[in-house]
């Protein structure tokens, strides 16, 4: 099995976890079962143990312990297996039922821990032959310790059973580490099976066939989730490959008429002599159709370069106000020769300034005012720039046709030229670089007709200050 697949990672985190689980809840069984016996055991013997501490504590003579048995003495002493210890204050064994000889160096022991208490003490306490269950009570007068009663019961039928209990508990939990392992595998698989019928699917699909889409399995979960992402991203990439194929062909179709052009101009003057005119009158059909070649590729390197680190975020920043400035003189300049006036309405004393290069934001402008001069026979282009609310505004207003119902949806797409555009000249990529730059900078572009005559392009940017 693949080691870094997730299966593998489910298998290993589901196994760990129920296994550690299982664990767990054994020790605690165990604890809880030990803790549960020792205190069975304890209530017995701290109830026998503080009656003959009673009885002890009533014979003391003159600040000592009585080394005389008592009733209590002889009734539990005599129990199988009880010890009971009877020491003065200075450890000394006044009474035992343990040769004092065999226990001397674990009652001195006991002592040691309980003389300066003055609560009872209960431990275990291995003796010769046996561990002991065992509880210490401190006799005292006024604070002062004049004896000490130990007693203790055997525990090793107890921790008998506690080994019994805990050889079978480690014997179960190993038998039931395979059954957990196995049960990983299996639920990691029953989990990743979407996962694999959705890979499958996914597989399948290239850019031959991006209309398919991954089956949704219904589940309501982060499966489903994944599922719609990926359709979603399919969708996009769908729409993307076909844009690039509509723009390879309209690059080709573009390109393929002036060559045609070419290729027949050049062979008819091949075919025979041709007079001085013909070959003038050729010569400037060639570099017609060689201006549309350069042109059209001019634009196609402009508008690759406007998308180029379209997806990142600039931290480059631009003065909108003396770019506008700028673009205001050079379209006086080209509206000049048509004999159209040019208005500038921008706000005083304010510098405007929006994320992005000033190259290709200037491009940008320059390529929708060139448009309205194009489009305009008479009347005047109006340069306007507000700002307000965290964005800066630009309008060009133009006196022309204005934009007809038809183009206004297709009037930023590559390559599109309206109805009326056959009196101009131009490739049809324009606008759509102005588009591709703007957005690029987080801005947006619209266009609109007046209420009297032309058209207006809004082009909205975020201010940086």
């Known amino acids: 099995m693949n080691t870094k697949s997730i299966r593998f990672r489910l298998t290993l985190w589901y196994s760990t976890a129920l296994i550690i689980s299982i664990a767990v809840i054994f020790a605690s069984f165990y604890y809880i079962t030990q803790q549960e016996l020792y ?51 200075e450890g000394k064994i006044l009474n035992s039922t343990y040769p004092n000889t065999t226990v001397e160096h674990e009652i001195n022991g006991l002592f040691q821990q309980i003389k300066t208490e003055t609560q009872e003490k209960v431990l275990n306490q291995s003796f010769p032959g046996s561990t002991q269950r065992t509880i210490l009570i401190p006799l005292r007068k006024e604070n002062e310790l004049i004896g000490v009663v130990m007693m203790g019961h055997p525990i090793d039928v107890i921790q008998k059973s506690l080994n019994s209990l805990l050889t079978n508990l480690i014997s179960l939990f190993a038998l039931l580490v395979v059954p957990t392992i196995f049960g990983g595998l299996i639920l990691a698989k029953r989990a990743m099976q979407p ?35 990926f359709n979603n991203l399919l969708t996009r990439l769908e729409a993307a490959f076909t844009r690039e194929r509509q723009f390879i062909g309209d690059v080709a179709h573009e390109l393929k008429t002036p060559l045609a052009t070419q290729q027949s101009t050049i062979e008819v003057l091949l075919s025979k002599k041709r007079t001085n005119e013909d070959y003038q009158k050729a010569i400037a059909d060639l570099l017609i159709d060689n201006k549309r070649l350069t042109d059209t590729v001019k634009d196609v390197l402009d508008l690759a370069w406007a998308e180029t680190d379209k997806t ?29 006036e040019v208005v ?117 940017f975020p201010k940086t200050h």
């Open 39 to 89: 205190r069975h055991t304890d209530i017995i013997l701290i109830s026998h143990a503080k009656q003959v501490a009673q009885e002890i504590k009533q014979q003391f003579e003159d600040g000592y312990i009585s080394s005389r048995d008592s009733l209590l003495y002889n009734e539990f002493g005599v129990i199988p297996g009880m010890m009971l210890v009877i020491t003065d204050k």
């Open 195 to 229: 996962v694999n019928t959705i890979s499958e699917q996914m597989q399948r699909i290239t850019s031959e066939n991006l209309k398919e889409r991954v089956s949704s399995p219904q589940t309501h979960d982060e499966i489903e989730t994944l599922v719609l992402t």
């Open 312 to 340: 990142q975020i600039s931290t480059e920043s631009t003065n909108l106000t003396e770019l506008m400035e700028e673009l205001y003189e050079i379209t006086a300049q080209l509206a000049k020769s048509k004999g159209l």
């Open 344 to 460: 500038k309405r921008f706000e005083k004393n304010v510098n405007v300034y929006i994320p992005g290069k000033r190259d290709k934001i200037f491009r940008a402008l320059l390529n929708i005012v060139d448009n309205a001069i194009k489009y305009t026979r008479l009347g005047t282009i109006s340069l306007s720039l507000t700002s307000g609310n965290g964005t800066a505004t630009i309008r060009v207003k133009d006196t022309g046709e204005g934009v007809s119902a038809d183009d206004a949806p297709h009037l930023f797409d590559r390559f599109y030229r309206g109805k009326n555009s056959h009196r101009v000249g131009g490739t049809g990529l324009g606008l759509a670089i102005a588009y591709s730059i703007v957005t690029s900078c987080k801005g947006s572009i619209t266009v609109k007709n007046n209420e009297g005559k032309g058209s207006t392009f809004i082009a909205i």
